[in-house]
């Protein structure tokens, strides 16, 4: 059982940035691929932002590859995603996932993962 609870969201301008963080609770942190998806009013969730395992391998969608940057640190149970450049786009429910998983690449696809956290509202005005 993991538990994760994600901070750092709130309302930004267009051009801002902002980190958003996330705790994960259990002795086994180190054995999950970590995952960001996001989830905007009457949107599906869709994929952000993903981290193998052992941090050595990142995958990104293409609308934020460039500007958002994942990152986790295992000795302190947590995955930050780092957003540069935000826009109205970019508005939505942020969630932190956990993925059992220790393949070099980490997935993208939200039915893979095992956990999720609550989500963040992140809101980016024009």
């Known amino acids: 059982q993991v538990l994760l609870v994600e901070s750092g969201g709130g309302l930004v301008q267009a051009g801002d940035s902002l980190r958003l963080s996330c705790a994960a609770s259990?002795?086994?942190?180190?054995?999950?691929?970590m995952g960001w998806f996001r989830q905007a009013p009457g949107k599906e969730r869709e994929f952000v932002a993903a981290i193998n395992w052992s941090g050595t391998k990142t995958h990104y969608a293409d609308s934020v590859k460039g500007r958002f940057t994942i990152s986790r640190d295992n000795a302190k149970n947590a995955v930050d995603l780092q957003m540069n450049s935000l826009k109205p786009e970019d508005t939505a429910v942020y969630y932190c996932?956990?993925?059992?998983?220790?393949?070099?690449?980490?997935?993208?696809?939200?039915?893979?993962?095992?956990?999720w956290g609550q989500g963040t509202q992140v809101t980016v005005s024009s």
């Open positions: 259990g002795r086994t942190f180190s054995s999950y691929a």
């Open positions: 996932a956990a993925d059992w998983n220790r393949a070099l690449l980490p997935r993208i696809e939200a039915p893979g993962y095992d956990y």
